[in-house]
Protein backbone atom coordinates (compact mmCIF):
# COMPACT_ATOMS: atom_id res chain seq x y z
CA UNK A 1 0.00 0.00 0.00
CA UNK A 2 0.81 3.40 -0.76
CA UNK A 3 2.09 5.81 2.18
CA UNK A 4 -0.37 7.98 0.95
CA UNK A 5 -3.35 5.66 1.76
CA UNK A 6 -1.91 5.12 4.72
CA UNK A 7 -2.38 8.17 5.70
CA UNK A 8 -5.75 8.64 4.29
CA UNK A 9 -6.35 5.86 6.48
CA UNK A 10 -5.18 6.70 9.80
CA UNK A 11 -5.78 10.11 9.39
CA UNK A 12 -9.79 9.50 8.79
CA UNK A 13 -9.90 7.01 11.48
CA UNK A 14 -8.20 9.40 14.77
CA UNK A 15 -8.81 6.81 17.25
CA UNK A 16 -6.21 4.66 15.40
CA UNK A 17 -3.38 6.96 14.66
CA UNK A 18 -0.24 5.17 14.89
CA UNK A 19 -2.07 1.61 14.29
CA UNK A 20 -1.21 1.88 10.74
CA UNK A 21 0.03 -1.54 9.82
CA UNK A 22 2.85 0.68 7.45
CA UNK A 23 3.84 3.55 9.78
CA UNK A 24 5.45 6.55 8.40
CA UNK A 25 7.49 7.70 10.05
CA UNK A 26 7.07 11.13 12.05
CA UNK A 27 8.95 14.29 10.62
CA UNK A 28 9.11 17.76 11.54
CA UNK A 29 9.88 20.24 9.14
CA UNK A 30 10.03 23.65 10.02
CA UNK A 31 10.40 26.76 7.52
CA UNK A 32 12.26 29.76 8.17
CA UNK A 33 10.33 33.04 6.54
CA UNK A 34 7.31 31.04 6.67
CA UNK A 35 5.05 34.52 6.58
CA UNK A 36 6.92 35.63 3.02
CA UNK A 37 6.50 35.37 -0.72
CA UNK A 38 8.04 31.51 -0.92
CA UNK A 39 7.30 31.19 2.55
CA UNK A 40 3.43 30.99 2.44
CA UNK A 41 3.11 29.03 -0.43
CA UNK A 42 5.85 26.69 0.39
CA UNK A 43 4.42 26.41 4.12
CA UNK A 44 0.95 25.27 1.80
CA UNK A 45 2.84 22.47 -0.41
CA UNK A 46 4.45 21.34 2.71
CA UNK A 47 1.39 20.79 4.32
CA UNK A 48 -0.15 18.83 1.79
CA UNK A 49 2.97 16.31 1.95
CA UNK A 50 1.89 13.25 3.47
CA UNK A 51 5.47 12.74 4.82
CA UNK A 52 5.57 15.44 7.29
CA UNK A 53 3.78 15.25 10.81
CA UNK A 54 5.12 18.53 12.37
CA UNK A 55 5.01 21.62 10.50
CA UNK A 56 6.47 24.40 12.05
CA UNK A 57 6.49 27.84 10.32
CA UNK A 58 8.35 30.66 11.66
CA UNK A 59 9.01 33.98 11.02
CA UNK A 60 9.77 37.34 12.73
CA UNK A 61 6.12 38.84 12.05
CA UNK A 62 2.87 37.12 10.95
CA UNK A 63 3.71 33.41 11.32
CA UNK A 64 0.45 32.57 13.53
CA UNK A 65 -1.90 34.27 11.14
CA UNK A 66 0.17 32.18 8.19
CA UNK A 67 0.06 28.60 10.66
CA UNK A 68 -3.65 29.52 11.41
CA UNK A 69 -4.73 29.46 8.08
CA UNK A 70 -2.93 26.30 6.56
CA UNK A 71 -3.78 24.63 9.56
CA UNK A 72 -7.22 24.21 8.34
CA UNK A 73 -6.02 22.00 5.94
CA UNK A 74 -7.39 18.40 6.22
CA UNK A 75 -4.24 16.72 5.97
CA UNK A 76 -1.55 14.47 8.42
CA UNK A 77 0.87 16.97 9.92
CA UNK A 78 -0.17 19.38 12.85
CA UNK A 79 1.13 23.05 11.94
CA UNK A 80 2.32 25.32 14.43
CA UNK A 81 3.50 28.79 14.10
CA UNK A 82 6.06 30.44 15.96
CA UNK A 83 6.89 34.61 15.58
CA UNK A 84 10.26 36.53 16.71
CA UNK A 85 13.53 35.16 17.99
CA UNK A 86 12.49 34.57 21.61
CA UNK A 87 10.33 31.76 19.83
CA UNK A 88 13.16 30.16 17.13
CA UNK A 89 14.21 28.01 20.02
CA UNK A 90 10.93 26.13 20.03
CA UNK A 91 10.36 26.46 15.84
CA UNK A 92 13.80 24.63 15.71
CA UNK A 93 13.57 21.72 18.27
CA UNK A 94 13.25 18.19 16.70
CA UNK A 95 13.12 19.27 13.15
CA UNK A 96 14.11 16.72 10.76
CA UNK A 97 14.47 19.04 7.72
CA UNK A 98 14.61 22.51 8.01
CA UNK A 99 13.95 24.98 5.10
CA UNK A 100 15.30 28.78 4.81
CA UNK A 101 13.51 30.96 2.38
CA UNK A 102 14.73 34.02 4.52
CA UNK A 103 15.88 37.58 3.52
CA UNK A 104 14.95 40.47 0.77
CA UNK A 105 14.04 39.19 -2.80
CA UNK A 106 15.62 40.78 -5.81
CA UNK A 107 14.10 44.47 -7.34
CA UNK A 108 14.96 44.91 -10.57
CA UNK A 109 18.81 45.95 -11.93
CA UNK A 110 19.35 43.67 -8.43
CA UNK A 111 21.99 40.67 -8.77
CA UNK A 112 21.64 37.80 -6.33
CA UNK A 113 25.00 39.41 -4.80
CA UNK A 114 23.41 42.43 -4.23
CA UNK A 115 21.25 40.64 -1.51
CA UNK A 116 24.23 39.45 0.12
CA UNK A 117 24.82 42.37 3.04
CA UNK A 118 21.33 41.57 4.47
CA UNK A 119 20.94 38.37 3.79
CA UNK A 120 24.06 36.89 4.88
CA UNK A 121 23.20 38.70 8.48
CA UNK A 122 20.08 36.47 8.27
CA UNK A 123 21.60 33.18 7.03
CA UNK A 124 24.31 33.37 10.13
CA UNK A 125 22.01 33.80 13.15
CA UNK A 126 19.60 31.38 11.52
CA UNK A 127 22.44 28.79 11.38
CA UNK A 128 23.53 29.60 14.71
CA UNK A 129 20.07 28.36 16.20
CA UNK A 130 20.19 25.52 14.06
CA UNK A 131 23.64 24.59 15.51
CA UNK A 132 22.10 24.97 18.88
CA UNK A 133 18.70 23.50 18.53
CA UNK A 134 18.32 21.08 15.91
CA UNK A 135 22.36 20.26 14.92
CA UNK A 136 21.01 16.86 13.09
CA UNK A 137 18.31 18.54 10.62
CA UNK A 138 19.22 18.45 6.65
CA UNK A 139 19.22 22.38 6.12
CA UNK A 140 17.68 23.43 2.74
CA UNK A 141 19.29 26.41 1.75
CA UNK A 142 17.16 28.66 -0.48
CA UNK A 143 18.32 32.41 0.44
CA UNK A 144 20.41 33.89 -1.94
CA UNK A 145 22.53 34.51 -3.24
CA UNK A 146 23.00 30.88 -2.35
CA UNK A 147 26.78 30.11 -3.73
CA UNK A 148 27.55 32.24 -0.97
CA UNK A 149 24.95 31.63 2.11
CA UNK A 150 25.34 27.61 2.09
CA UNK A 151 29.15 28.44 3.05
CA UNK A 152 28.33 31.09 5.34
CA UNK A 153 26.44 28.23 7.12
CA UNK A 154 29.02 25.80 6.98
CA UNK A 155 31.98 28.22 8.23
CA UNK A 156 28.78 28.90 11.31
CA UNK A 157 28.48 24.75 11.58
CA UNK A 158 32.06 24.37 11.93
CA UNK A 159 32.62 26.62 14.67
CA UNK A 160 29.55 25.49 16.42
CA UNK A 161 31.33 22.36 15.69
CA UNK A 162 28.25 20.34 14.24
CA UNK A 163 29.03 20.74 10.80
CA UNK A 164 28.34 17.05 8.60
CA UNK A 165 28.64 18.06 5.21
CA UNK A 166 26.66 15.53 4.06
CA UNK A 167 23.34 17.63 5.96
CA UNK A 168 23.86 20.52 3.87
CA UNK A 169 22.49 21.33 0.51
CA UNK A 170 22.00 24.73 -1.66
CA UNK A 171 18.53 24.65 -3.38
CA UNK A 172 19.06 24.36 -7.06
CA UNK A 173 15.81 22.77 -7.72
CA UNK A 174 14.38 25.73 -9.18
CA UNK A 175 17.18 26.18 -11.73
CA UNK A 176 16.21 22.50 -12.77
CA UNK A 177 12.40 23.20 -12.85
CA UNK A 178 13.19 25.85 -15.62
CA UNK A 179 15.54 23.61 -17.24
CA UNK A 180 12.97 21.08 -17.92
CA UNK A 181 10.01 23.29 -19.04
CA UNK A 182 12.23 25.15 -21.32
CA UNK A 183 13.61 22.41 -23.10
CA UNK A 184 9.84 20.52 -23.42
CA UNK A 185 9.09 23.17 -25.08
CA UNK A 186 11.48 23.63 -27.96
CA UNK A 187 12.13 19.82 -27.90
CA UNK A 188 8.26 19.37 -28.02
CA UNK A 189 8.22 16.61 -25.83
CA UNK A 190 6.07 15.82 -22.80
CA UNK A 191 7.32 18.46 -20.33
CA UNK A 192 6.70 15.36 -17.16
CA UNK A 193 9.37 13.13 -18.81
CA UNK A 194 11.84 15.88 -18.87
CA UNK A 195 15.15 15.26 -16.98
CA UNK A 196 17.77 17.87 -17.29
CA UNK A 197 20.69 18.07 -14.68
CA UNK A 198 21.98 21.88 -13.59
CA UNK A 199 25.38 21.62 -12.07
CA UNK A 200 27.70 24.58 -10.92
CA UNK A 201 26.07 27.40 -8.70
CA UNK A 202 23.13 28.98 -8.50
CA UNK A 203 23.63 32.92 -10.04
CA UNK A 204 24.20 33.98 -13.29
CA UNK A 205 26.63 32.10 -15.32
CA UNK A 206 27.66 29.91 -12.04
CA UNK A 207 23.97 28.07 -13.25
CA UNK A 208 25.34 25.35 -15.84
CA UNK A 209 22.13 23.21 -17.47
CA UNK A 210 23.42 20.24 -19.27
CA UNK A 211 21.54 19.76 -22.08
CA UNK A 212 23.39 17.69 -24.11
CA UNK A 213 22.33 15.16 -21.11
CA UNK A 214 18.65 16.01 -21.40
CA UNK A 215 15.76 13.28 -21.45
CA UNK A 216 13.98 12.67 -24.16
CA UNK A 217 16.79 13.14 -26.30
CA UNK A 218 16.13 15.77 -29.51
CA UNK A 219 18.88 16.71 -31.82
CA UNK A 220 18.61 20.77 -31.00
CA UNK A 221 20.68 22.90 -33.00
CA UNK A 222 23.84 24.11 -31.34
CA UNK A 223 22.18 27.94 -31.32
CA UNK A 224 19.13 26.25 -29.67
CA UNK A 225 21.18 25.12 -26.67
CA UNK A 226 22.75 27.93 -26.28
CA UNK A 227 19.36 30.37 -26.00
CA UNK A 228 17.84 27.29 -23.83
CA UNK A 229 21.06 27.92 -21.63
CA UNK A 230 21.08 31.46 -21.26
CA UNK A 231 17.08 31.36 -20.69
CA UNK A 232 17.88 29.21 -17.35
CA UNK A 233 20.73 31.30 -16.21
CA UNK A 234 18.53 34.61 -16.79
CA UNK A 235 14.97 32.46 -15.49
CA UNK A 236 15.33 34.45 -12.07
CA UNK A 237 15.70 37.51 -13.56
CA UNK A 238 12.70 37.13 -16.28
CA UNK A 239 10.39 37.07 -13.11
CA UNK A 240 12.04 39.62 -11.25
CA UNK A 241 11.98 42.32 -14.32
CA UNK A 242 7.71 41.03 -14.78
CA UNK A 243 6.96 41.44 -11.32
CA UNK A 244 8.46 44.85 -11.53
CA UNK A 245 9.75 45.60 -8.59
CA UNK A 246 8.00 43.00 -6.50
CA UNK A 247 9.75 40.43 -5.66
CA UNK A 248 11.21 37.52 -7.75
CA UNK A 249 10.22 34.27 -8.00
CA UNK A 250 7.55 33.07 -5.29
CA UNK A 251 5.13 30.37 -6.62
CA UNK A 252 7.56 28.50 -8.51
CA UNK A 253 10.11 28.83 -6.05
CA UNK A 254 7.57 27.30 -3.55
CA UNK A 255 6.79 24.33 -5.83
CA UNK A 256 11.09 23.46 -6.24
CA UNK A 257 11.42 23.86 -2.92
CA UNK A 258 8.73 21.61 -1.58
CA UNK A 259 10.11 19.09 -4.15
CA UNK A 260 13.96 19.03 -2.48
CA UNK A 261 11.91 19.13 0.68
CA UNK A 262 10.28 15.73 -0.67
CA UNK A 263 13.58 14.43 -1.47
CA UNK A 264 14.88 15.41 1.63
CA UNK A 265 12.32 13.51 3.81
CA UNK A 266 12.66 10.37 1.21
CA UNK A 267 15.96 10.15 1.46
CA UNK A 268 15.61 9.99 5.47
CA UNK A 269 13.32 7.71 5.64
CA UNK A 270 14.78 5.16 3.24
CA UNK A 271 13.25 5.46 0.39
CA UNK A 272 16.34 4.17 -2.26
CA UNK A 273 17.95 6.46 -5.12
CA UNK A 274 16.44 9.46 -4.23
CA UNK A 275 18.86 11.68 -6.85
CA UNK A 276 18.42 15.43 -7.03
CA UNK A 277 20.63 18.30 -7.96
CA UNK A 278 21.68 20.25 -4.83
CA UNK A 279 24.66 22.91 -4.28
CA UNK A 280 27.02 21.36 -1.95
CA UNK A 281 30.23 20.49 -0.16
CA UNK A 282 31.88 18.54 -2.76
CA UNK A 283 35.45 17.59 -3.97
CA UNK A 284 34.48 15.42 -6.92
CA UNK A 285 33.72 17.73 -9.21
CA UNK A 286 36.14 20.65 -9.38
CA UNK A 287 39.00 21.99 -7.52
CA UNK A 288 36.22 24.39 -5.50
CA UNK A 289 34.90 23.66 -1.98
CA UNK A 290 30.94 23.57 -3.34
CA UNK A 291 29.49 22.81 -6.20
CA UNK A 292 25.87 21.89 -7.63
CA UNK A 293 25.54 18.49 -9.32
CA UNK A 294 23.49 15.20 -8.89
CA UNK A 295 23.67 13.75 -5.30
CA UNK A 296 22.17 10.80 -3.89
CA UNK A 297 19.99 11.87 -0.70
CA UNK A 298 19.85 9.03 2.03
CA UNK A 299 18.89 8.54 5.98
CA UNK A 300 21.98 10.83 6.17
CA UNK A 301 21.84 13.23 4.32
CA UNK A 302 24.07 13.21 0.99
CA UNK A 303 24.93 9.68 0.58
CA UNK A 304 26.84 10.26 -2.77
CA UNK A 305 28.11 12.69 -5.15
CA UNK A 306 27.14 11.70 -8.48
CA UNK A 307 30.26 13.21 -11.33
CA UNK A 308 28.82 15.42 -14.09
CA UNK A 309 29.13 12.63 -16.49
CA UNK A 310 30.41 13.68 -20.49
CA UNK A 311 29.93 17.39 -21.32
CA UNK A 312 29.46 18.62 -24.84
CA UNK A 313 32.37 21.25 -25.76
CA UNK A 314 29.84 23.98 -24.93
CA UNK A 315 29.39 22.71 -21.60
CA UNK A 316 32.86 22.28 -20.88
CA UNK A 317 33.56 25.72 -21.64
CA UNK A 318 30.39 26.89 -19.24
CA UNK A 319 32.09 24.70 -16.87
CA UNK A 320 35.16 26.71 -17.34
CA UNK A 321 33.91 30.22 -17.49
CA UNK A 322 31.78 29.59 -13.96
CA UNK A 323 34.50 28.97 -11.63
CA UNK A 324 36.12 32.49 -10.73
CA UNK A 325 32.57 33.43 -10.01
CA UNK A 326 31.40 30.58 -8.03
CA UNK A 327 35.02 30.63 -6.27
CA UNK A 328 34.95 34.75 -5.21
CA UNK A 329 30.87 33.93 -4.39
CA UNK A 330 32.00 30.68 -1.72
CA UNK A 331 35.31 32.99 -0.51
CA UNK A 332 33.00 36.09 0.14
CA UNK A 333 30.78 33.70 2.52
CA UNK A 334 33.64 32.31 4.17
CA UNK A 335 34.96 35.79 4.98
CA UNK A 336 31.81 36.92 6.26
CA UNK A 337 31.24 34.37 8.50
CA UNK A 338 34.57 34.36 10.16
CA UNK A 339 34.37 37.83 11.18
P1 LIG B 1 10.04 37.91 1.02
O1 LIG B 1 10.60 39.22 1.38
O2 LIG B 1 8.69 37.87 0.41
O3 LIG B 1 10.03 36.96 2.29
C1 LIG B 1 11.13 36.78 3.11
C2 LIG B 1 10.66 36.49 4.51
O4 LIG B 1 11.83 36.32 5.33
C3 LIG B 1 9.82 37.62 5.12
O5 LIG B 1 8.60 37.10 5.58
C4 LIG B 1 10.69 38.11 6.26
O6 LIG B 1 9.96 38.55 7.39
C5 LIG B 1 11.50 36.87 6.57
N1 LIG B 1 12.70 37.15 7.38
C6 LIG B 1 13.54 38.19 7.33
N2 LIG B 1 14.48 38.09 8.28
C7 LIG B 1 14.24 36.93 8.93
C8 LIG B 1 14.86 36.26 10.02
N3 LIG B 1 15.94 36.75 10.63
N4 LIG B 1 14.34 35.08 10.40
C9 LIG B 1 13.26 34.56 9.79
N5 LIG B 1 12.63 35.14 8.78
C10 LIG B 1 13.11 36.32 8.36
O7 LIG B 1 11.12 37.20 0.05
P2 LIG B 1 10.92 35.90 -0.87
O8 LIG B 1 10.47 36.32 -2.22
O9 LIG B 1 10.14 34.91 -0.12
O10 LIG B 1 12.45 35.42 -1.02
C11 LIG B 1 13.16 34.91 0.08
C12 LIG B 1 14.58 34.56 -0.33
O11 LIG B 1 14.62 33.49 -1.27
C13 LIG B 1 15.36 35.70 -0.96
O12 LIG B 1 16.66 35.70 -0.46
C14 LIG B 1 15.38 35.30 -2.43
O13 LIG B 1 16.46 35.87 -3.12
C15 LIG B 1 15.51 33.81 -2.32
N6 LIG B 1 15.15 33.08 -3.53
C16 LIG B 1 15.86 31.95 -3.81
C17 LIG B 1 15.61 31.21 -4.94
C18 LIG B 1 16.39 29.99 -5.21
O14 LIG B 1 16.25 29.43 -6.32
N7 LIG B 1 17.20 29.47 -4.32
C19 LIG B 1 14.56 31.62 -5.90
C20 LIG B 1 13.84 32.79 -5.49
C21 LIG B 1 14.15 33.50 -4.35
Redesign the pocket.
Known sequence: RSVQSAVSRTSSHLTRRGYATEPVPERKVAI?????????PLSLLMKLNPLVSTLSL?????TPGVAADVSHINSRSEVTGYAG?EE?GKALEGADVVI???????KPGMT?DD?FN??A??VK??ATAISKYCPHALVN??????NS?VPIAAEVFKKAGTYDEKRLF??????VVRAKTFYAGKAKVPVAEVNVPVVGG?AGVTILPLFSQATPQANLDDDVIKALTTRTQDG?TE?VTAKAGK????L??AY??AIFADACLKGLNGVPDVIECSYVQSNLISELPFFASKVRIGKNGVEEILGLGSLSDFEQQGLENLKAELKSSIEKGIKFASQ
Do not use: C, F, K, W
Open positions: LGAAGGIGQYDIAGELIPAGVPRRLINGISLMISNPVTGVTTLDHGVGSATSMAG
